[in-house]
């Protein structure tokens, strides 16, 4: 299983960022794919997540109304795309994947490589 997260990077508080997850190895039909988020100092917290099958979502409350978690079968891609940012935003990024949808990240088997967001004020 390989998931390639992608698309951080600085951008000014109130702006938009739309990450990207590429995943492969796996039947995704079956998954649940989520991003998380770990800024310096902090534990890696859940951010959003996504049923394959059926397309359900799940959001943290502090990114609820501003982020949206979507996916492109075609690709097996999922997105995140980041609105109305904030600095308290601003961590690394990680997609992960899971059988059964947990906001735990040590339910996850699998996770890609982090992508920086920062947001300046």
Known sequence: VQLQASGGGLVQAGGSLRLSCAASGLTFSRYNMAWFRQAPGKEREFVA????????????????????ISRDSAKNTVYLQMNS???????????????YFSRDPLRYDYWGQGTLVTVSS
């Open 85 to 99: 940012v904030k600095p308290e935003d601003t961590a690394a990024y990680y997609c992960a994947i899971n059988f």
């Open 49 to 68: 997540a996504l049923r394959w099958s059926g397309g359900t979502t799940y959001y943290a409350d502090s990114v609820k109304g501003r982020f949206t």
